[in-house]
């Protein structure tokens, strides 16, 4: 299944499996999943669900999901001042359409929700 949905001006393609649509629809309430863009030292991707989706400002993809986009950076850069994950605040993009991923890929194997996102044109199949 897929559907395209527009965050920050600018449109995502959301794709999801039989499987993740299948548990979808078993919720009471749409799930949330949340594209994470952590800047930090290094830069990391993240898809969180459910109850670890932070974001506030979700779109609604299908009637059982909703998709956000979060830009967060660590309040400290080095690593060894930290124990466990650092802590994290939400970053203040001056243009975050310019991050707005383009592609959301979602599954649920194993009990398990997963996804992906992909930032540019070459990684959409």
Not at 42 to 63: C, E
Not at 105 to 123: H, N, Q
């Amino acid at each position: 299944m897929q559907n395209t949905i527009e965050i920050s001006g600018k449109k995502v393609l959301v794709e999801w499996s039989a499987a993740a649509d299948k548990q979808m629809r078993s919720l009471a309430e749409p799930l949330c999943v949340e594209m994470e863009l952590y800047f930090s030292c290094l830069i990391r991707k993240a898809v969180r669900f459910g109850g670890n989706a932070h974001s506030g400002n979700f779109t609604l993809a299908a009637p059982k999901l909703s998709i956000g986009f979060r830009p967060v950076m660590t309040k400290i850069c080095r690593v060894s001042d930290v124990e466990g994950a650092p802590p994290l605040e939400d970053f203040p993009i001056v243009r975050p359409e310019a991050f707005v991923p383009k592609r959301l890929a979602i599954d649920y194997r194993s009990g398990k929700s997963l996804g992906e996102f992909f930032l540019d044109k070459s990684t959409v199949a």
